[in-house]
C-alpha cells in the first residue's frame, strides 16, 4: 500500500459537506466518502463532539486522519469520520459550543477554523489491503465493534438492505423488538443479533453465502417469527425477557404448542422463588424443563458447617465419618419437589452418597 501525508483545510474538506442518512456523508466538494460502508453511523456524544472543536479553536493539533484514494481520484475516509463529521457539522451550524455557533463567531473566528490544517494520510491499495490497514489502526478511540468490522468485509446489496432494517436509529428492527434484544442498532449490534439467531451463530458464513443478494428479507421475516413468538409465547412482559437467546429457543421449541396462562403461572411463581437465582433461565426451564437453566441457590458454607457440626461429621446415608473437605451439602427434598436451601432441608453426605443419590 502507498501512504503520503498531506495537509488539508477545514475549508477544503468542509466544502459542499452533505449528510444525507439514505445517499451517505460526503465532503470535499463531492469527492470524500465520509461514511464507508465499513464505518458506523455518527457515535461521538456531545462532549467529544465540542472537545473537536475546542482543539480546533485552541490551535491544538487533532491525530492524524486517513484516507483511502480510489481509481477514480475520490477518497473515502478510513480513519477519523467522527473528528470529520464533527468539524463539518459545526461549519454548517448543526450545533452550538459554549452557545455559539459557527455562525456568531467573528470573521476572524470563522477564518482561523477554515484555515486550520489537518494531517491526513493517503492511502491506496486493493480491497484486502484497505480493510488490514483498517484493522492496524483501529487501536484507540471508538473501536470499530466486531460486526462492523465484518461489514467491511461483505458490503453488498444483502447488506445495504439489512442495514436499512436493522442499523439505523428507529429502525424496523430496533422498533420491534427493544424490549427484547440488547445492543445499539448504529452500532450494528441488533443486526449482529439477528445473523447469529438465523445461522447459529456463524454470522460470517451466513454473510459469505447472502453478500450478493438483493435484499436481507429472510433475515428480517425470521427475526419479526422469532419476535413475534416470544410475544405471543410470553404475552407478559418483564424485564428479565432483555437479552435472552430467543432464536435458540424458537428454532428448538416455536413448533410447539402452550397454555400460555399455564406458562404464565409457572414463571410468576419462580419469579417469587429466592432459591431462584437466573431469572432469566425461567423462561428455558419452562419450555425445556432443565433445572441448570435456573442456577438454584446452593447451602452457604456457614449452613453446611452447622448441619456437619449437628451431625457430628457422620454422613446420613452410609453413617461413616469424614472430614468437613470430603462431604457435600444436600437437599434432602429435591427443590424440584419443593425443597427449599434452608437449614432443616439440608444433610451432609459423603461424596460418593451424594454422587449416587444424584444418579437415583
Given at each position: 500500500?502507498?501512504?503520503?501525508?498531506h495537509?488539508?483545510?477545514?475549508?477544503?474538506?468542509?466544502?459542499?459537506?452533505?449528510?444525507?442518512n439514505?445517499?451517505g456523508v460526503?465532503?470535499?466538494?463531492?469527492?470524500?466518502?465520509?461514511?464507508?460502508?465499513?464505518?458506523?453511523?455518527?457515535?461521538y456524544?456531545?462532549?467529544?463532539?465540542?472537545?473537536?472543536?475546542?482543539?480546533?479553536?485552541?490551535?491544538?493539533?487533532?491525530?492524524?486522519?486517513?484516507?483511502?484514494?480510489?481509481?477514480?481520484?475520490?477518497?473515502?475516509?478510513?480513519?477519523?469520520?467522527?473528528?470529520?463529521?464533527?468539524?463539518?457539522?459545526?461549519?454548517?451550524?448543526?450545533?452550538?459550543?459554549n452557545?455559539?455557533?459557527?455562525?456568531n463567531?467573528t470573521?476572524?473566528?470563522?477564518?482561523?477554523?477554515?484555515?486550520?490544517?489537518?494531517?491526513?494520510?493517503?492511502?491506496?491499495?486493493?480491497?484486502?489491503e484497505?480493510?488490514?490497514?483498517?484493522?492496524?489502526?483501529?487501536?484507540?478511540?471508538?473501536?470499530?465493534?466486531?460486526?462492523?468490522?465484518?461489514?467491511?468485509?461483505?458490503t453488498?446489496?444483502?447488506?445495504?438492505?439489512a442495514?436499512?432494517?436493522?442499523?439505523?436509529?428507529?429502525?424496523a428492527?430496533?422498533?420491534?423488538?427493544?424490549?427484547?434484544?440488547?445492543?445499539?442498532?448504529?452500532?450494528?449490534?441488533?443486526?449482529?443479533?439477528?445473523?447469529?439467531?438465523?445461522?447459529?451463530?456463524?454470522?460470517?458464513?451466513y454473510?459469505?453465502?447472502?453478500?450478493?443478494?438483493?435484499?436481507a428479507?429472510?433475515?428480517?421475516?425470521?427475526?419479526?417469527?422469532?419476535?413475534?413468538?416470544?410475544?405471543?409465547?410470553?404475552?407478559?412482559y418483564?424485564?428479565?425477557?432483555?437479552?435472552?437467546?430467543?432464536?435458540?429457543?424458537?428454532?428448538?421449541?416455536?413448533?410447539?404448542?402452550?397454555?400460555?396462562?399455564?406458562l404464565?403461572?409457572?414463571?410468576?411463581?419462580?419469579m417469587?422463588?429466592?432459591?431462584v437465582?437466573?431469572?432469566?433461565?425461567?423462561?428455558?426451564?419452562?419450555?425445556?424443563?432443565?433445572?441448570?437453566?435456573?442456577?438454584i441457590?446452593?447451602?452457604?458454607?456457614?449452613?453446611?458447617?452447622?448441619?456437619?457440626?449437628?451431625?457430628?461429621?457422620?454422613?446420613?446415608?452410609?453413617?461413616?465419618h469424614?472430614?468437613?473437605e470430603?462431604?457435600?451439602?444436600?437437599?434432602?427434598?429435591?427443590?424440584?419437589?419443593?425443597?427449599?436451601?434452608?437449614?432443616?432441608n439440608?444433610?451432609?453426605?459423603?461424596?460418593?452418597?451424594?454422587?449416587?443419590?444424584?444418579?437415583?
Amino acid at each position: 500500500m502507498n501512504i503520503e501525508l498531506h495537509e488539508m483545510t477545514i475549508r477544503d474538506i468542509a466544502e459542499n459537506y452533505v449528510d444525507n442518512n439514505e445517499e451517505g456523508v460526503i465532503g470535499y466538494n463531492g469527492k470524500l466518502n465520509i461514511r464507508p460502508k465499513y464505518q458506523r453511523e455518527f457515535v461521538y456524544d456531545e462532549k467529544k463532539r465540542n472537545a473537536v472543536i475546542d482543539t480546533i479553536m485552541k490551535g491544538f493539533p487533532l491525530n492524524v486522519m486517513y484516507w483511502v484514494k480510489n481509481d477514480d481520484g475520490t477518497f473515502e475516509i478510513l480513519d477519523g469520520q467522527q473528528r470529520t463529521i464533527s468539524f463539518c457539522q459545526y461549519v454548517a451550524g448543526d450545533f452550538s459550543v459554549n452557545n455559539r455557533t459557527f455562525h456568531n463567531l467573528t470573521v476572524t473566528e470563522q477564518q482561523q477554523i477554515l484555515d486550520y490544517q489537518c494531517m491526513i494520510y493517503f492511502c491506496e491499495g486493493n480491497d484486502k489491503e484497505k480493510l488490514d490497514w483498517f484493522k492496524i489502526i483501529n487501536i484507540a478511540g471508538e473501536k470499530l465493534t466486531d460486526q462492523e468490522l465484518r461489514n467491511a468485509v461483505y458490503t453488498g446489496t444483502w447488506l445495504t438492505s439489512a442495514k436499512s432494517i436493522f442499523s439505523k436509529t428507529q429502525c424496523a428492527a430496533y422498533n420491534l423488538s427493544s424490549k427484547y434484544v440488547t445492543g445499539s442498532p448504529i452500532r450494528q449490534e441488533i443486526l449482529q443479533t439477528a445473523i447469529s439467531w438465523k445461522n447459529k451463530g456463524n454470522i460470517e458464513e451466513y454473510m459469505s453465502i447472502h453478500q450478493h443478494d438483493p435484499n436481507a428479507n429472510e433475515l428480517w421475516t425470521y427475526f419479526q417469527n422469532v419476535i413475534n413468538w416470544v410475544m405471543l409465547t410470553f404475552p407478559k412482559y418483564r424485564k428479565e425477557m432483555k437479552g435472552i437467546d430467543w432464536g435458540k429457543l424458537y428454532d428448538t421449541y416455536g413448533s410447539n404448542l402452550y397454555d400460555t396462562n399455564e406458562l404464565e403461572n409457572r414463571i410468576a411463581d419462580l419469579m417469587m422463588d429466592d432459591d431462584v437465582t437466573n431469572k432469566k433461565g425461567i423462561y428455558e426451564f419452562v419450555l425445556s424443563g432443565e433445572e441448570r437453566c435456573l442456577n438454584i441457590r446452593a447451602f452457604t458454607e456457614s449452613q453446611k458447617r452447622r448441619i456437619y457440626e449437628y451431625q457430628k461429621g457422620i454422613c446420613n446415608m452410609c453413617h461413616k465419618h469424614f472430614e468437613y473437605e470430603k462431604m457435600q451439602g444436600d437437599h434432602i427434598t429435591p427443590w424440584s419437589k419443593g425443597g427449599k436451601t434452608v437449614d432443616d432441608n439440608l444433610q451432609m453426605l459423603c461424596e460418593d452418597c451424594n454422587r449416587k443419590k444424584l444418579n437415583m
